[in-house]
């Protein structure tokens, strides 16, 4: 099974370290295309201030994150497992995880990119502030410049179920296409709650990405490794959750299952 999942737009604080190592990164057929979006992310941060934080999208109080990505070709690298923080990877727990749940997390989780394309969570990577969607100056709008890179490297290690719980800007820059979609299951988060004695469903957003962690984190605790859409669902419900079939896949069209919560935390 491959997990793919968007990044949290904070990360961990830099360590004193060695730099990325290029050859060391997963999925080397990126390294060009990671090459060239670092270079003019570094180039753009090391000019005018003002105009990089404008172009990342940056409030005033995250100003300093411009220095940062300036420095990024020096900067320490750390796992980057251990660099992604926020909701979802805080529920994820990696650093809870026993041995052998780690080693299926390290073959399973993918982890979207603006700058990066996509990495594994073994990846060292130092932090880093870009967004998937960014017009990044020479490139463009990261989402289509990965699209066309990703579309040629992916393919090649998705051999099997893919549960994708990228959110929709990240989900931009890959959709997994032909055959490969209809071994593909999305999930989406509605909280059920009883409205003038009526059950209502909501869709949650802060809370989804909460439960999307906990369920990757419950599935590599059990060691279930699911080869079926069927299965992921039996798995889930294994764990204890709620699970509806939305949309049923075809050969060519992802299936969408609804986890069903009643307590959002």
Known sequence: MLVLLPPSEGKAAPEA????????????GLTGARQRVLGALVELCAGDGERAA???????GLRGEVGKNAALLTAGARPAGEVYTG????NLGLAKLDEAAYARAERSLLVFSGLWGAVRIGDRIPPYRCSMGVK????????????GVLDGVLPEVADGLVLDLRSAAYAAAWKPAGELAGRTVTVRVLQEREVDGVP???VVSHFNKATKGRLVRDLLAAG????????LVDA????????????????????????????VH
Do not use: I, K, M
Not at 17 to 25: D, F, K, R, S
Not at 239 to 257: C, D, F, I, M, N
């Open 17 to 28: 370290g060695a730099p990325v190592e290029w050859g060391g990164l997963s999925l080397p």
């Open 200 to 202: 209502r469903r909501s």
């Open 236 to 263: 889930l419900e294994q764990s204890g959750y709620r699970v509806e079939v939305s949309a049923r896949g075809t050969g060519r069209r992802p299936w969408q299952l609804d986890v069903v919560v009643t307590d």
């Open 224 to 231: 279930h490794e699911p080869a079926a859409p069927g299965e």
């Open 87 to 90: 909701v979802l990877f805080d």
């Open 136 to 147: 990044l100056p020479p490139l463009g709008a990261l989402g289509p410049y990965w699209r």
């Open 54 to 60: 404008e172009v990342l999208g940056l409030s005033r």
